[in-house]
């Protein structure tokens, strides 16, 4: 059997009386696209700070390739090969595209803290910022200011920046949200094929049901802060108690392409 690339295991976190993650045992597969879904409120989000250090659990353990990261510091993270995105749009609006994405490059190097040199001291970085960019499609808006671009445009310029330090778990929180939804396809199109051509394990936060079940390997159901149920988009489409708990009529059987 495969060791999970990440992994939690009896996962709880309270706030006072409030259990917002409740006992979660989760296992994501080296190489595969695993999606956790849920109603408003079931704890998708803390589960994410949990998995990416954000929060600390108030029980329960963390690994990543086997090895317990639950009280490293976020920012070691990023230098373990996991990147991790917003609900919000996390960018710096008053730089510009390119440097937005150098700054995500130099974060992992030897000039992390150099942030006095002029650009020009730091060329693997920008050519990997440039390299990112073309693979993103956003290469020809590498000299336009951050806060240009269009919203959709935006959640490109940050996938950019979690894939600049070159990853190997990428955390995307509701990557769509706020996006038209004739923009979505192109930026899921984006992020599956990140995942199915190289060494990537993407772990999605989606509330669009259908994006979830036509891209997922896996998925995870929360509820109430717990797991519902876990299972192939098939297994979960056909699974009563999630279909009765969540997805109602948001997914019928064929409707999800």
């Given at each position: 059997?495969?060791?999970?690339?990440?992994?939690?295991?009896?996962?709880?976190?309270?706030?006072?009386?409030?259990?917002?993650?409740?006992?979660?045992?989760?296992?994501?597969?080296?190489?595969?696209?695993?999606?956790?879904?849920?109603?408003?409120?079931?704890?998708?989000?803390?589960?994410?700070?949990?998995?990416?250090?954000?929060?600390?659990?108030?029980?329960?353990?963390?690994?990543?390739?086997?090895?317990?990261?639950?009280?490293?510091?976020?920012?070691?993270?990023?230098?373990?090969?996991?990147?991790?995105?917003?609900?919000?749009?996390?960018?710096?609006?008053l730089l510009t595209v390119l440097e937005n994405v150098r700054l995500a490059a130099q974060a992992v190097g030897s000039d992390d803290m150099?942030?006095?040199?002029?650009?020009?001291?730091?060329?693997?970085?920008?050519?990997?910022?440039?390299?990112?960019?073309?693979?993103?499609?956003?290469?020809?808006?590498?000299?336009?200011?951050?806060?240009?671009?269009?919203?959709?445009?935006?959640?490109?310029?940050?996938?950019?920046?979690?894939?600049?330090?070159?990853?190997?778990?990428?955390?995307?929180?509701?990557?769509?949200?706020?996006?038209?939804?004739?923009?979505?396809?192109?930026?899921?199109?984006?992020?599956?094929?990140?995942?199915?051509?190289?060494?990537?394990?993407?772990?999605?936060?989606?509330?669009?049901?259908?994006?979830?079940?036509?891209?997922?390997?896996?998925?995870?159901?929360?509820?109430?802060?717990?797991?519902?149920?876990?299972?192939?988009?098939?297994?979960?489409?056909?699974?009563?108690?999630?279909?009765e708990a969540y997805l109602g009529s948001l997914y019928e059987k064929g409707s999800g392409g």
């Amino acid at each position: 059997m495969t060791e999970p690339i990440l992994a939690s295991r009896n996962l709880t976190k309270e706030f006072g009386a409030l259990i917002a993650v409740d006992d979660v045992s989760i296992s994501i597969v080296p190489r595969t696209l695993h999606s956790v879904i849920g109603p408003n409120g079931a704890g998708k989000t803390t589960l994410f700070n949990l998995l990416s250090g954000t929060l600390k659990p108030t029980s329960g353990r963390v690994f990543h390739n086997g090895a317990d990261i639950t009280a490293d510091p976020v920012y070691r993270m990023i230098h373990m090969g996991i990147g991790r995105s917003f609900q919000i749009t996390n960018i710096f609006p008053l730089l510009t595209v390119l440097e937005n994405v150098r700054l995500a490059a130099q974060a992992v190097g030897s000039d992390d803290m150099k942030f006095w040199k002029p650009t020009s001291a730091f060329p693997g970085s920008i050519d990997r910022a440039r390299a990112v960019l073309e693979d993103v499609g956003l290469e020809g808006d590498s000299a336009k200011l951050a806060k240009a671009l269009p919203h959709g445009d935006q959640r490109k310029l940050e996938l950019a920046m979690i894939l600049a330090p070159d990853p190997e778990v990428l955390l995307l929180d509701e990557p769509t949200a706020g996006m038209a939804s004739e923009q979505v396809p192109e930026l899921m199109e984006l992020i599956t094929g990140i995942q199915s051509s190289g060494d990537k394990t993407v772990v999605l936060v989606e509330h669009n049901m259908n994006v979830v079940m036509s891209v997922s390997d896996q998925i995870t159901v929360m509820h109430q802060g717990a797991v519902l149920a876990e299972g192939t988009p098939s297994e979960i489409g056909d699974n009563p108690t999630v279909q009765e708990a969540y997805l109602g009529s948001l997914y019928e059987k064929g409707s999800g392409g």
